[in-house]
């Protein structure tokens, strides 16, 4: 039996916008956090110079905060794919609750996960860059440059997935008003 | 005009308890949140041995991750302490809407926020104890021993106001679906 127009009518029109624009937000969380999990995971530098026993080279997993970053990048991307699911269905019917309140506390979640990739990346990041003095920590990013400026550049990525998820649970949450 | 029993009748029973199991959650998240702010701005370490230039001091500002945890979590806690206001308003009134959303959105901030700290602060402990061969950081815990075991529970406390803050969005979600 498929629902009548009239039997979805309970839901007003503007939570259907809000399930469209969920949806294209998810588009863009999944796109940003994906692209900074693989700029992250395939990192690598070797130094154009080496001794007769040791290269020089710098991976992402040879900083245990990087290889947190990717492992919560990919997780929050997965996930995000398959919220999409959700997403559509709530564009079907506007008038869904149970599963609006679901996405919320897994986005939320969510947002957790890549905020505390993201954050514990950039402490060590900022440490490569500047190093210090006190704890004698030197900065390595004089040598191991291209290495530090990809590993910056793809936390951009992920602080925009952080954003977008913090807008999807700010649309649940009026979404879940407008009943 | 005093609202009535009846009029404040639409509000279902259920939605007061939220409101109070709410109350008494940020009571627990200020606690963490403050106790471990306190802990890692006062932490400091003096070696008992010096040269004639130099004392050997760890302070929690000696590490930026730190300093930015201590604001972190100290933002949260007063955003905390003001957020009790809505918190008995929604006791009082529990059919408000509106300012329900407004602490949905005010929590997905602050449990953000809390997080980013923890987690830059828990790269830089653990670097402290383990180090990193690879790229000539030495843990420093062997001397500062005192200084890394008060940092490291001071985690604890936001730790576990992140998780409060997660109940919260999820209470707020549930009493904004029953109405």
Redesign the interface.
Known sequence: MKPSALQLGVAPPENRGIAVLDFFLRLIAIVGTLASAIAMATTNQTLPFFSQFVRFR?KFN????FTFFVVASSIVSAYLILSLAFSILHIAKANL??T??LL??LD??A??LL??????????V???HKG?N?????A?CQQYNDFCKRVSGSLIGSYAG?VVL?LL??L???A??R?
Do not use: C, E, H, Y
């Not at 905020?115 to 060590?124: F, H, L, N």
């Open positions: 710098a040879d900083l245990p905060s609750v149970n609006r309140v919320l506390v939320t979640a947002m957790g905020m505390a990739g993201s954050a514990a990346a950039t402490a060590i900022q440490l490569a210090n006190k704890v004698n920590w030197f390595i952080v913090i649970i700010l649940s949450g009026v879940l008003t009943r």
